[in-house]
């Protein structure tokens, strides 16, 4: 398994609306990417949601990627998830971007794609209804890996249009492009993404082990896909969760125990109406069910797969779960909530010197071995190159001469 960190620009309460802490929030959130670098994590994640009060202020993820590409040499940065309802943003839009952040980070941007958080978020752009993304990402899809490859592309979509040839610029560098990925909720979806090629990105609110069937219609589909999406198969799944590891593991339990854990949740259910709820779910602004914490109840609860917690030798054997549901990457939710932000630092460092080696001791990134395999599926041209277009001259600061 691979490792990842994942950030959402998480800013409960009052913070949420006061400046200098929406400022430091942000701030925090990059800085544990540009510290994972250092302790093995390959992986750092930034959501993208819009008008979500609290829940999350990263609404431009780019910029925060970019940011932290600058100061990192191994990990690799990705959009957890990029939406593509058009009334939101022109698809080419989506393909220059991530184009140009695969030049920025030199091929270290994971384009995770998705339709969108919820119904409410979608409300921001011209009222778009959750019921028409689902056919708004099938045609994206299928088409930014086409503007990445042909020079003079062309198409009349749904809501949106490239209506005479043009060349969209940058194209991904060097060989292939950004790896695919796409949010995944129910076994359907899972079996969808592996049947186009694509990676899953999943996001856990439940017991790991209920997970598996879930993986299990992803690995199947990816053993026989359809339709390959992109130059070149991403077979992988990454699942999100938290973990509270410690050097002193009764901090730990006791972050596990604090009054107000679970409040994201109640917003993740006020927010998240494109997914399922369970029946017994708390809504913000219900406060998270305050459960009488005994030691008993919090070892049945990480022996159940709800959660990580302990000191790393207790984590690296809880983790065995998630190795025998099938993930091949897990990503951490952060902040943690009950963790203060030096005990954060410290989880970091510590998960990524003591825990990540006994699982992950290949230093290449899987996405980078998947990227050695992509294999062109569009020409140069779909239209006739007019006549008379030679050129005779241009700059001789140009870094390749005619020819």
């Avoid at 957890?80 to 952040?101: D, G, N, Q």
């Avoid at 339709?227 to 699942?239: A, D, L, P, S």
Wanted: charge should be negative; hydrophobic fraction near 35%; charged fraction near 20%.
């Amino acid at each position: 398994m691979e490792f990842g960190v994942f950030s959402n620009g998480y800013t409960p309460g009052p913070a949420a609306h006061d400046t200098e802490s929406e400022h430091t929030e942000l701030m925090r959130e990059a800085g544990y990417a540009v510290l994972a670098d250092k302790h093995n994590w390959k992986y750092a994640w930034f959501g993208e949601h819009h008008g979500l009060v609290e829940y999350s202020h990263m609404a431009a993820p780019a910029p925060v990627m970019g940011w932290v590409a600058a100061q990192t040499e191994q990990i690799h940065v990705g959009s957890a998830i990029t939406s593509f309802p058009v009334t939101k943003e022109h698809p080419v839009r989506l393909a220059e971007r991530a184009a140009m952040l695969d030049h920025m980070t030199n091929q270290r941007f994971e384009f995770g794609t998705g339709r969108g958080a919820g119904s409410h978020e979608l409300a921001t752009f011209s009222g778009t209804e959750l019921s028409q993304t689902k056919a708004m990402w099938n045609e994206v899809i299928r088409e930014i890996p086409r503007m990445w490859e042909v020079k003079d592309y062309q198409f009349e979509g749904d809501g949106w249009s490239v209506p005479t040839p043009h060349n969209i610029l940058p194209k991904p560098y060097g060989k292939g492009h950004p790896p695919l990925w796409v949010a995944c909720g129910n076994p359907q979806t899972f079996a969808i993404a592996g049947s186009l090629g694509i990676g899953a990105i999943a996001f856990n609110f439940e017991p790991i082990h209920n997970l598996k069937g879930r993986v299990d219609s992803y690995k199947e589909g990816a053993e026989n896909v359809v339709e390959q999406i992109g130059q070149f198969q991403n077979n992988n799944v990454m699942m999100t969760n938290a973990v509270i590891c410690l050097k002193d593991r009764e901090r730990a339990r006791e972050i596990a125990k604090a009054k107000g854990r679970g409040y994201l949740v109640t917003m993740v259910n006020l927010y998240h109406d494109s997914m399922p709820q369970s029946p017994d779910a708390i809504v913000w602004p219900d406060p998270p069910r305050d459960i009488p914490w005994t030691d008993e109840l919090l070892d049945m609860a990480i022996e159940g797969g709800y959660m990580l917690c302990g000191n790393p030798e207790e984590v690296t054997e809880q983790l065995a779960a998630y190795q025998d549901v099938g993930c091949d990457q897990v990503a951490f939710g952060l902040p943690i909530e009950g963790m203060q932000h030096d005990e954060i630092e410290e989880m970091i460092e510590l998960f990524g010197d003591q825990v990540i080696p006994e699982y992950d001791s290949d230093p290449v990134h899987s996405t980078t071995k998947f990227r050695e395999a992509a294999e062109r599926r569009y020409p140069d041209f779909e239209h006739p190159v007019p006549d008379g277009l030679d050129v005779s001259i241009i700059p001789d600061t140009a870094i390749l001469p005619l020819g």
